[in-house]
């Protein structure tokens, strides 16, 4: 079983910035897919970003595109995602997911395996 741990979240100004990260435990996520969501009250969880095993690829959701950026540190067993430019329609439960399957890089929910608790961001105006 794999444990995920997102921390980093927090209340912020429009404009600012946070980073999130995913501590994974249990094994080694090296090989795995890993991957951003976020839910706001009221909505269904939606993508917003993704890392191949190895970093070769990064997927991003287009209302992400060009402000947040994923990356991995396979040593740490960790991923990160850094927000930049933060809006308010950003604020939402931020959400790290795994994927065992490395020949894709999902990016509906159901395409993940192990799941975090969540972590809040909250972008004020």
């Known amino acids: 079983q794999v444990q995920l741990v997102e921390s980093g979240g927090g209340l912020v100004q429009a404009g600012g910035s946070l980073k999130l990260s995913c501590a994974a435990s249990?094994?080694?996520?090296?090989?795995?897919?890993m991957g951003w969501f976020r839910q706001a009250p009221g909505a269904e969880r939606e993508f917003v970003c993704a890392?191949?095993?190895?970093?070769?690829?990064?997927v991003y959701a287009d209302y992400v595109k060009g402000r947040f950026t994923i990356s991995r540190d396979n040593d740490k067993n960790t991923v990160y995602l850094q927000m930049n430019s933060l809006k308010p329609e950003d604020t939402a439960v931020y959400y790290c997911?795994?994927?065992?399957?490395?020949?894709?890089?999902?990016?509906?929910?159901?395409?993940?395996?192990?799941w975090g608790q969540g972590t809040q961001v909250t972008v004020s105006s």
């Open positions: 249990g094994r080694t996520v090296s090989s795995y897919v």
């Open positions: 997911a795994a994927d065992q399957d490395r020949s894709t890089v999902p990016t509906m929910w159901r395409g993940y395996d192990y």
């Open positions: 890392i191949a095993w190895n970093g070769g690829r990064k």
